[in-house]
Each structure stands twice: as structure tokens, then as C-alpha cells.
């Protein structure tokens, strides 16, 4: 099992601390994709337009393309934590062959609530930018919405 994280460079300091505080969990290194070029490279490289719903270009550029070149031409079995309780995301689907995507917790009907049990019984608790935010993306994702307090 390896683990990565495809950064932005526009991240919270709350998700790199969580990120930080899996690998301690885990024991095991998380991988740091997008050394390189960050949020403001593309940025630049897209007249300084902030993404959108339509134009996604942070995702395709700081997220997939950097997963599918770091998974290269192995077989790779891809786990995305998409759970029972969000019909609505679909989730990635490479469309390269040697990719496969599992969503492990819809498969196992996990929703929120079990996601919430989970990290608490780990010790781990729920990501503080919870508390405030939906989504632990960039801190200005056209995605996010401000949280009533019970949202994630």
C-alpha cells in the first residue's frame, strides 16, 4: 500500500497538518506530489482565472495528472473515499487501463456518521477545518460552503 497526496500549494495549514498527523498514524511516508508547479504556476498559466465548475483546471493539473504520472504504466488499485451517503460524486476514473478505482466506503455503505466514528476511535478526531469548512481542498474552492456545524 502506498500513500500520496496530490497538494495545490493552496492548501489550509489545517490539511497539512492532518496529512502530517496520518503519516505519524499510519507509520508509513505519504508522498508529496506537486513539488514542482503549484496553484500559482497554473494560475499564471490560465491568465490568472481562478478555476471553476466548468473550468476545473486545478484539479485536472494538481490532482490527476500528477496521480497518473506518479502511478506511471504499474497496475495500480486506487482507494477514493467517497462514502455510501453521496450519490452525487462520482469520483475518478482513469482512463488509463492500468487504474482501477475502488470507493471502499460506498462499497461498504459507510456514511458520515461511521467516517466520524472511525477517526474518533482511531484518536485522530475529525480534521478541525471541519469545524468551519466542508471540503479540506484549496481555501477557495468554488466546491466549499460554510458549515452549519453538522455538514462535512
Request: charged residues 25%; negative net charge.
Amino acid at each position: 500500500m502506498e500513500y500520496f497526496f496530490a497538494g495545490t500549494g493552496a492548501e489550509l495549514p489545517g490539511t497539512l497538518q492532518f496529512i502530517d498527523l496520518m503519516e505519524d498514524y499510519l507509520g508509513k511516508e505519504i508522498v508529496r506530489l506537486n513539488t514542482v508547479r503549484d496553484f500559482d504556476f497554473y494560475m499564471k498559466l490560465h491568465n490568472n482565472y481562478l478555476p471553476s465548475a466548468q473550468q476545473r483546471w486545478c484539479t485536472i493539473n494538481l490532482k490527476l495528472k500528477p496521480f497518473e504520472d506518479f502511478a506511471g504504466n504499474d497496475e495500480v488499485v486506487q482507494y477514493v473515499g467517497i462514502r455510501a451517503d453521496e450519490p452525487e460524486r462520482a469520483g475518478y476514473l482513469s482512463s488509463k487501463s492500468t487504474i482501477t478505482t475502488r470507493l471502499p466506503f460506498r462499497e461498504d455503505g459507510l456514511a458520515k456518521e461511521d467516517i466520524i466514528n472511525i477517526l474518533n476511535k482511531s484518536g485522530l478526531g475529525m480534521p478541525k477545518y471541519y469545524e468551519w469548512r466542508s471540503r479540506s481542498g484549496c481555501y477557495f474552492c468554488f466546491f466549499q460552503r460554510k458549515l452549519n456545524g453538522s455538514d462535512f
